[in-house]
């Protein structure tokens, strides 16, 4: 069984940043790419951010470069998530998400394991 434990949430004003932390645990699984996405109220799950595992590569939704920076620590099976300038279309609930096989990373149907997932509220 493999764990996906999500941190660092809460409630932050428009500007403002918020760092969240995402901890893998439980049985070894193969990581292909590890990512964080995001589902606002009455929306569908989006993508945020991702690292592929192997080479460090992260990829980032469009609309969010510049603002948002995933980053890892091996040691700590944990990926992290620095938001700067928030927005409040950025409130969410924000979920880590891990895949094992290669393929395409982007969409949320592609990941094998989730998080709860943490709310992220910016208030204006």
């Known amino acids: 069984q493999v764990q996906l434990v999500e941190s660092g949430g809460g409630l932050v004003q428009a500007g403002g940043s918020l760092r969240l932390s995402c901890v893998a645990s439980g049985r070894t699984f193969r990581t292909y790419a590890m990512g964080w996405f995001r589902q606002a109220p009455g929306k569908e799950r989006e993508f945020v951010a991702l690292?592929?595992?192997?080479?460090?590569?992260?990829y980032y939704a469009d609309s969010l470069k510049g603002r948002f920076t995933i980053s890892r620590d091996n040691l700590k099976n944990t990926i992290y998530l620095q938001m700067s300038s928030l927005k409040t279309e950025d409130t969410a609930v924000y979920y880590c998400a891990a895949r094992e096989a290669s393929g395409s990373m982007f969409s949320p149907s592609e990941y094998d394991y989730w998080g709860q997932g943490t709310q992220v509220t910016v208030s204006s």
């Open positions: 690292v592929a595992w192997s080479s460090g590569s992260t």
